[in-house]
């Protein structure tokens, strides 16, 4: 018989076993879930007090070695018992020492693990780490993560969602037990060694200043959703304000030079990670002067990305009832927001039609597609309709309005790009020009020395068509929907009214 097939037989054998505890009681070893030294070492069981054991947690851990396994200087777990892994921190403040010699522990050798039967959560420090993995048969812990996706997507990202069991039963009119909460779980009000513990730097004894950003960010939203913390003035940098202040009474980590990290990090929780909207936070949209919600046709969107062409498109909008905006460049993501949210209250889940008055180029061409992928978030788009494009101008028009937008160079099959014309940006431009427009009165050809042909990529500016030509197609537009008789009979009530 092979030793190891021996030592699997004694495993099984050992799990059946019993041991005793101090107090005489005979305990199953299967029974177990873990094992903890605190003031004395205890066997923890489903449904069961803690027995306090015989010995010193070192002696158990070379006794029941090969079922359980020490990750923890105070603790040894079951190991058919661990189902799953989260990010570990100490509810605490912990001492850091650095590691001496060798490999240092690695991010991922540090977590909690929860175990079948228990609902604590064990924790795994990097001195255990890489010994537990390897007998898990494992690389990495969260493949063990029992999370849904949406807790995963935290973890992974830093991100800790501290006091949650308390914040879930907590009442947000019980004003005593909202301050012993805030007291207990306040990031911001945290000391500096207890960031040290929650937000350390894997291998060395530093803060990591984006990632206690990021949970503050964080937090401040879970407690605002649950109504325990008032939404800001709208300002974002006085949120800055209020953030730093706190901090500095308390771990004093951050410095006047964060506050663009703290912008970056905001920015990218919400627009890049789609954690929260910038709604949440009460922050104030500059542009809603600029954009109102149609009252008959509330789903026909008229926008222009110019601000000196607010008036005619307003114009154009109300007298038919439909919805406008301007944008003033690239739509910004807080207007989309709340802009969506206003569409979808007043049009009840009916697809939005956009009627674009943009520029002629890769920019006009970008604009409207965010547009779209913005509003997108909170309605249905039916389609997306560009009103003002080359067939407006005639081809003197064209020569005389036409504006360079990007310059190349070509010989045979090579291109690149001629100054001060980027290679992003030529991309982009030929991209644009071969799959929106193609229309060769936009290029200009001219010979270059040594056989190379430098050719011109040009656009035209939105204000320059004949406004009586761009209405004339958005009421086209609005003739295809049905809506202009209709549209514009109830309009006109409206405004006797």
């Known amino acids: ?5 021996l030592k699997r037989v004694d495993r099984i054998l050992q799990a059946e076993s019993l041991i005793r505890s101090r107090a005489g009681e005979l305990i199953p070893v299967r029974d177990i879930l873990y094992i903890y030294s605190s003031g004395g070492v205890f066997a923890v069981r489903a449904g069961k007090d803690d027995a306090e054991l015989e010995g010193a947690l070192s002696s158990w851990e070379k006794r029941l070695r090969g079922l359980f396994m020490q990750t923890h200087r105070r603790y040894l777990v079951a190991l058919d018992r661990i189902e799953g892994t989260y990010e570990r921190f100490p509810l605490g403040a912990e001492a850091y020492q650095r590691p001496k010699g060798g490999e240092r522990p690695g991010r991922d050798d540090e977590c909690e693990i929860s175990l079948h039967g228990s609902a604590a959560r064990i924790p795994v420090i990097g001195a255990y780490g890489k010994v537990l993995k390897k007998a898990l048969g494992i690389t990495k812990f969260h493949y063990l993560s029992p999370e849904n996706p949406d807790d995963r997507k935290l973890r992974l990202y830093g991100l800790i969602d501290f006091g949650w069991r308390e914040l879930a039963s907590l009442d947000p009119a019980d004003k005593e037990a909202v301050v012993a909460f805030k007291a207990k779980w306040d990031v911001k009000q945290f000391s500096r060694e207890r960031m040290l513990s929650c937000f350390r730097q894997y291998g060395v004894n530093e803060i990591n200043k984006k990632r206690v950003i990021k949970n503050i960010i964080y937090q401040l939203w879970r407690w605002i959703k649950k109504g325990i913390e008032p939404k800001g003035d709208g300002n974002i940098r006085s949120l800055w304000y209020q953030v730093k202040t706190v901090l500095a009474y308390h771990s004093d980590i ?11 990090t905001l920015q990218e929780m919400i627009e890049e990670k789609e954690l929260f909207r910038y709604k949440d936070f009460g922050f104030f949209d500059e542009t809603a002067d600029w954009r109102a919600v149609g009252e008959v046709l509330p789903h026909v969107v008229l926008v222009t990305e110019k601000k000196g062409l607010l008036f005619f498109i307003q114009s154009m909008a109300t007298a038919v009832g439909a919805s406008y905006m301007t944008l003033k460049g690239e739509p910004t993501m807080i207007a989309m927001e709340y802009f969506g949210d206003e569409l979808k209250e007043k049009c009840g889940g009916r697809p939005l039609v956009l009627l674009c008055v943009t520029d002629v180029d890769p920019a006009g061409e970008s604009i409207q597609r965010n547009l779209a992928k913005g509003l997108a978030k909170t309605n249905a788009i039916e389609r997306t309709v560009r009103l003002v494009d080359t067939s407006l101008y005639t081809d003197q028009q064209i020569k005389i309005i036409r504006w360079p937008t990007a310059y190349y160079l070509k010989k045979g099959d ?3 790009p001629a100054p001060p014309t980027s290679k992003s940006w030529l991309t982009k431009a030929l991209r ?8 060769p009165r936009l290029l200009k050809f001219e010979d270059a020395a040594d056989g190379w042909t430098k050719i011109t990529i040009f656009g035209i500016e939105a204000d320059s068509a004949d406004r009586q030509k761009v209405e004339a197609r958005f009421r086209a537009e609005l003739e295809k929907m049905g809506a202009v008789g209709p549209a514009r009979n109830q309009a006109a009530k409206m405004r006797k009214k």
């Open 414 to 416: 090579e291109i690149k």
């Open 254 to 264: 951050l410095e006047a030079g964060d506050v663009d990290t703290f912008y970056n």
């Open 432 to 439: 644009w020009f071969e799959t929106m427009q193609n229309d």
């Open 1 to 5: 018989m092979s030793v190891e097939l």
